[in-house]
T-cell receptor
Framework: NAGVTQTPKFQVLKTGQSMTLQCAQDMNHEYMSWYRQDPGMGLRLIHYSVGAGITDQGEVPNGYNVSRSTTEDFPLRLLSAAPSQTSVYFC?????????????FGSGTRLTVV | AQTVTQSQPEMSVQEAETVTLSCTYDTSESDYYLFWYKQPPSRQMILVIRQEAYKQQNATENRFSVNFQKAAKSFSLKISDSQLGDAAMYFCAYRSARGRDDKIIFGKGTRLHILP
């Protein structure tokens, strides 16, 4: 099925560990992004990309790193996990033009940092 | 910077009744898009309805409709004949139409309970 695939669905990390959340889409979307969802905070943008080789910071980028080597993949790296990064993470993609389109979301990753 | 405000953290409605979720936004732009997303307990984000700012006609999708008031910067969602499956978190969202790197900005959400 076409869509956005996120892995893993659940993850527990120890403080200081690093890991990569994977995101892949097969819809040839130019635009991909990562959000984190925390209770009472809605969805906050971490990083986004408008195409292969182009990334930019969102509202809460600290502690996260991204790259976009292909159109399909947009991994999110946690460099040194902290309890404050406990959250649900969503990857989303869309066509970037004409901008009418909403996002297609992955199913989310629940990350717990202990 | 654009902001999206959902002033109702939680709402409840009786099954088969109608409920309206409120959303206001702040922008200096004239061309943009507005969305309502639904997030059921499964956590999946589902696009419910979208509205183009240059269209005066309110969008409708089956039991879901919006009341778009551009001058007031208001974008409410009406759910008619509420069903148990409508219970979810609902997010209002804004996206500028300026250029290709415009991000979707979300409100903090309204949790909707359906009472049987």
């Amino acid at each position: 099925n076409a869509g956005v695939t996120q892995t893993p669905k659940f993850q527990v990390l120890k403080t200081g560990q690093s890991m990569t959340l994977q995101c892949a889409q097969d819809m040839n979307h130019e635009y991909m992004s990562w959000y984190r969802q925390d209770p009472g905070m809605g969805l906050r943008l971490i990083h986004y990309s408008v195409g292969a080789g182009i990334t930019d910071q969102g509202e809460v980028p600290n502690g996260y790193n991204v790259s976009r080597s292909t159109t399909e993949d947009f991994p999110l790296r946690l460099l040194s996990a902290a309890p404050s990064q406990t959250s649900v993470y969503f990857c989303a993609s869309s066509y970037s033009k004409p901008g009418y389109y909403g996002y297609t979301f992955g199913s989310g990753t629940r990350l717990t940092v202990v | 910077a654009q902001t999206v405000t959902q002033s109702q953290p939680e709402m409840s409605v009786q099954e088969a009744e109608t409920v309206t979720l409120s959303c206001t936004y702040d922008t200096s732009e004239s061309d943009y898009y507005l969305f309502w997303y639904k997030q059921p307990p499964s956590r999946q984000m589902i696009l419910v309805i979208r509205q183009e700012a240059y269209k005066q006609q309110n969008a409708t999708e089956n039991r879901f409709s919006v009341n778009f008031q551009k001058a007031a910067k208001s974008f409410s969602l009406k759910i008619s004949d509420s069903q148990l499956g409508d219970a979810a978190m609902y997010f209002c969202a804004y996206r500028s139409a300026r250029g290709r790197d415009d991000k979707i900005i979300f409100g903090k959400g309204t949790r909707l309970h359906i009472l049987p």
